[in-house]
């Protein structure tokens, strides 16, 4: 799918970003486990706090391919930074969506200059995949909620100001859930330690820990019984936005290994002269275009709300997650002995892109879902 020429100038601007301020302190962040905030409201300077979101509260109004475009370039310099402002951006996105003025007004203009920072707040300790069955509990006292539970795996844990919350307001199953905006500092709001983690070490991963929490009425988004709805729209567009990361983490793997078979000497001859290693290249490469090519489809059957945008989220993410990974692993495999020292950048986008096939949806409800939308027609 071609790109215009706005959108090749996002895209240019995405990566120029990338290069300079991202590519250059991936490791020191993954190593350090630093949440790079000063890079990420520098991202935000360019549009990249709200990329989707309108233009009213300080969004950039851009379309779901325009954003797939950005996020695969900005995860080339950092797969796991890029990987959390997406997950803002979903954030931001739902309140922007299913808010009311004033809660547009009053949540998003600080999120899209990343001013503030948003956590998306579903997965609990005892339910990820299955999210209807969640347990967390907002009970209504008067004008406020009265929120208890935890939430589990929360990127941006601890540190971000806005927690995005799927909890029970009602009975069983989805129609009892509604969506709750927390915001950091309300008292009976607490965080479990820091996870230790394989990759997306520049983002922190907390528990969210609820215990008498009174959170007014005026900060649910949508009406009661519509959280799952919300949740369930957001995902879409954040499977969309995680896959276009697992592409940035193919695309510089890609790059990476074209440039290690051309310096790298074995057997008296460069290894790019290797005929198995040449075609191992180009499949790659190929794998890495189709990857990028069911996204894109998907992103533009997303942005005009087709009826198979979920089905085709859903395969893109299952497909491009998989996909990019192996490519991932497999230039790691290329790059012989270096590939596995902290010193050379693709042993870490194979581990921050490895996380990809679990999380916004496993690849295994990604299967239930794509199945679920054939058998019904």
Same mark, same amino acid.
Request: proline share 3%.
């Given at each position: 799918?071609?790109?215009?020429?706005?959108?090749?100038?996002?895209?240019?601007?995405?990566?120029?970003?990338?290069?300079?301020?991202?590519?250059?302190?991936?490791?020191?962040?993954?190593?350090?486990?630093?949440?790079?905030?000063?890079?990420?409201?520098?991202?935000?300077?360019?549009? #990249?706090?709200?990329?989707?979101?309108?233009t009213d509260v /300080? @969004? %950039?109004?851009?379309?779901? &391919?325009? +954003? !797939?475009?950005?996020?695969?370039?900005?995860?080339?310099?950092?797969?796991?930074?890029?990987?959390?402002?997406?997950?803002?951006?979903?954030?931001?996105?739902?309140?922007?969506?299913?808010?009311?003025e004033e809660q547009?007004?009053?949540?998003?203009?600080?999120l899209c200059t990343?001013?503030? #920072?948003?956590?998306?707040?579903?997965?609990?300790?005892? /339910? @990820? %995949?299955?999210?209807?069955? &969640?347990? +967390? !509990?907002?009970?209504?006292?008067?004008?406020?909620?009265?929120?208890?539970?935890?939430?589990?795996?929360?990127?941006?844990?601890?540190?971000?100001?806005?927690?995005?919350?799927?909890?029970?307001?009602?009975?069983?199953?989805?129609?009892?859930?509604?969506?709750?905006?927390?915001?950091?500092?309300?008292?009976?709001?607490?965080?479990?330690?820091?996870?230790?983690?394989?990759?997306?070490?520049?983002?922190? +991963?907390?528990?969210?820990?609820?215990?008498?929490?009174?959170?007014?009425?005026?900060?649910?988004?949508?009406?009661?019984?519509?959280?799952?709805?919300?949740?369930?729209?957001?995902?879409?567009?954040?499977?969309?936005?995680?896959?276009?990361?697992?592409?940035?983490?193919?695309?510089?793997?890609?790059?990476?290994?074209?440039?290690?078979?051309?310096?790298?000497?074995?057997?008296?001859?460069?290894?790019?002269?290797?005929?198995?290693?040449?075609?191992?290249?180009?499949?790659?490469?190929?794998?890495?275009?189709?990857?990028?090519?069911?996204?894109?489809?998907?992103?533009?059957?997303?942005?005009?709300?087709?009826?198979?945008?979920?089905?085709?989220?859903?395969?893109?993410?299952?497909?491009?997650?998989?996909?990019?990974?192996?490519?991932?692993?497999?230039?790691?495999?290329?790059?012989?002995?270096?590939?596995?020292?902290?010193?050379?950048?693709?042993?870490?986008?194979?581990?921050?892109?490895?996380?990809?096939?679990?999380?916004?949806?496993?690849?295994?409800?990604?299967?239930?879902?794509?199945?679920?939308?054939?058998?019904?027609?």
């Open positions: 799918m071609g790109l215009n020429e706005e959108q090749k100038e996002f895209q240019k601007v995405a990566f120029d970003f990338a290069t300079r301020e991202m590519a250059p302190n991936m490791a020191e962040w993954d190593q350090k486990e630093l949440f790079p905030v000063d890079a990420m409201r520098k991202a935000a300077q360019l549009g #990249f706090g709200g990329v989707y979101v309108q /300080g @969004g %950039s109004g851009l379309s779901r &391919l325009d +954003t !797939s475009v950005i996020f695969e370039a900005l995860a080339t310099g950092c797969t796991s930074t890029t990987a959390y402002i997406s997950i803002h951006n979903m954030c931001v996105w739902m309140i922007d969506t299913f808010g009311n547009r007004h009053t949540f998003c203009p600080p990343m001013e503030k #920072f948003a956590s998306y707040c579903l997965t609990e300790p005892g /339910g @990820g %995949s299955d999210a209807a069955s &969640l347990l +967390t !509990s907002a009970k209504r006292q008067g004008d406020h909620y009265i929120l208890n539970g935890s939430k589990a795996f929360i990127s941006g844990g601890g540190e971000s100001d806005i927690y995005v919350v799927m909890c029970r307001t009602g009975g069983p199953g989805p129609k009892g859930i509604s969506c709750i905006v927390v915001e950091k500092g309300t008292p009976g709001l607490s965080f479990g330690k820091k996870e230790k983690k394989v990759g997306w070490n520049s983002q922190p +991963t907390r528990a969210v820990i609820f215990e008498d929490c009174a959170v007014p009425v005026t900060n649910r988004i949508g009406n009661e019984g519509q959280g799952f709805l919300i949740a369930m729209k957001g995902l879409n567009g954040g499977r969309i936005n995680v896959a276009s990361c697992s592409l940035g983490a193919a695309h510089a793997s890609v790059i990476l290994t074209r440039d290690h078979l051309n310096v790298r000497k074995q057997f008296g001859e460069p290894l790019s002269s290797n005929q198995y290693l040449q075609f191992k290249l180009a499949d790659m490469a190929t794998r890495l275009v189709a990857s990028r090519l069911m996204i894109r489809n998907a992103a533009v059957a997303l942005e005009e709300n087709r009826e198979d945008a979920v089905a085709l989220c859903s395969m893109a993410k299952l497909f491009a997650t998989d996909e990019c990974f192996a490519i991932c692993n497999q230039a790691l495999q290329m790059h012989g002995g270096y590939g596995y020292l902290k010193d050379y950048a693709v042993q870490q986008y194979v581990r921050d892109s490895r996380v990809h096939q679990i999380l916004e949806g496993s690849n295994e409800v990604m299967r239930m879902l794509i199945s679920r939308s054939l058998l019904q027609e």
